[in-house]
């Protein structure tokens, strides 16, 4: 009878728990999206304080990964650190623009259209 009682308990438990959520599974271009979010997130300082006059440009392109990607949980909170890494780190070290700012833009640039061009080419259908 205890046996019967500890199932019946088992199985009132697990329905009441409602449906577990999945594992937020890493896909195999996390690391590149999270590269690309920081670098979104440097070049949103850099080209602020370089004068650029691009406003929210760089965030707006951060947003748009994340529409088009539509992480959630674990990923999406990896995507946004990234991008805040990015930022960070180049307000730590630059408050004005110099030589050594315009020369990172430049290479950001760089490994951000790389980055995307790898993507698209290897998992875009």
């Given at each position: 009878?205890?046996?019967r ?22 896909a ?7 590269r ?10 850099l ?20 529409d088009?990607?539509t ?8 995507m ?34 790389k980055?995307?061009?790898d ?7």
């Amino acid at each position: 009878m205890s046996t019967r009682f500890l199932a019946i308990f088992v199985l009132i438990l697990a329905c009441a728990c409602g449906p577990t959520r999945a594992q937020d599974v890493a896909a195999p271009f996390d690391a590149d999206l999270q590269r690309l979010a920081e670098i979104l997130g440097g070049l949103h300082y850099l080209r602020g304080i370089c004068g650029s006059n691009e406003g929210n440009k760089w965030r707006n392109e951060m947003q748009a990964l994340i529409d088009a990607e539509t992480p959630s949980g674990e990923r999406r909170t990896r995507m946004i650190a990234g991008f805040n890494r990015g930022y960070n780190g180049f307000q730590q070290t630059y408050r004005s623009c110099t030589p050594a700012a315009t020369v990172a833009i430049r290479r950001y640039i760089e490994e951000g259209s790389k980055i995307s061009r790898d993507l698209t080419a290897r998992y875009a259908n």
